[in-house]
């Protein structure tokens, strides 16, 4: 089945400070989408990133399917930025979702 | 677009009420996707429909869970009886190409 592996499972930055996040996964995954989940619980798509890098804003994301992992880098982290952060990789089908484990982001002030 | 809409936000019920919780997807979205998301065990995929139509169900963990969706705007997930095990965030999600979009999401508490 699909693998899914995010690192590290827990963060904690000053705000100001860059970070990156680490995800996984196994052969069996076709494409790569990530989400924030904020402290209200809310989960926001950030990137659907099968390969390459995007950019938006402070967060960009970076792909490589060959070598099976994804990226999220998150520059100059502000307050707003914390809660969970997963990424979750799409069957060949294009119709099942699995998520990583998440990783949690706390920026203190 | 309003994206994804759920509804409640918030439930709080007793054990052994029924439970309905109501999805409107994104218009033009083809595919629904039921998600519940514990502490214990992170998000879990329950159903997902396809042109309306339940195409896998095997996330769903009981008979006591049972989901429709009667139109292309409209889905419900129905926990009947609910037991406090089932308290958790329940999102309802929707696409059409890959890259899913996740409503706000449900926050169940059976006491």
């Known amino acids: 089945g699909i693998q899914v592996e995010q690192s590290p499972p827990d963060l904690i930055l000053q705000e100001g400070a860059n970070s990156t996040l680490r995800c996984n996964f196994s052969d069996s995954v076709n494409n790569l989408q990530w989400f924030h989940q904020n402290p209200w619980g809310q989960l926001i798509n950030l990137f659907y990133?099968?390969?390459g890098t995007k950019q938006n804003g402070r967060l960009s994301a970076t792909t490589v399917a060959t070598e099976r992992y994804s990226l999220l880098y998150i520059s100059s982290s502000q307050t707003t930025d914390s809660g969970v952060y997963f990424c979750a990789g799409l069957n060949n089908a294009g119709n099942m979702l699995t998520f990583g484990g998440g990783t949690r982001l706390m920026v203190k002030p | 677009d309003a994206g994804v809409i759920q509804s409640p936000r918030h439930e709080v019920t007793e054990m052994g009420q029924e439970v309905t919780l109501r999805c409107k997807p994104i218009?033009?979205?083809?595919?629904l996707f039921w998600y519940r998301q514990t502490m214990m065990r992170g998000l879990e995929l329950l159903i997902y429909f396809n042109n309306n139509v339940p195409i896998d169900d095997s996330g769903m963990p009981e008979d006591r869970f049972s989901a429709k969706m009667p139109n292309a705007s409209f889905s419900t997930l129905k926990i009947q009886p609910s037991e406090p095990r089932d308290s958790a965030v329940y999102f309802c999600?929707?696409?059409?190409?890959?890259?899913?979009?996740f409503g706000p999401g449900t926050r169940l508490t059976v006491l």
């Open positions: 999600a929707s696409s059409f190409s890959p890259g899913k979009f």
């Open positions: 990133i099968p390969s």
């Open positions: 218009s033009g979205h083809n595919s």
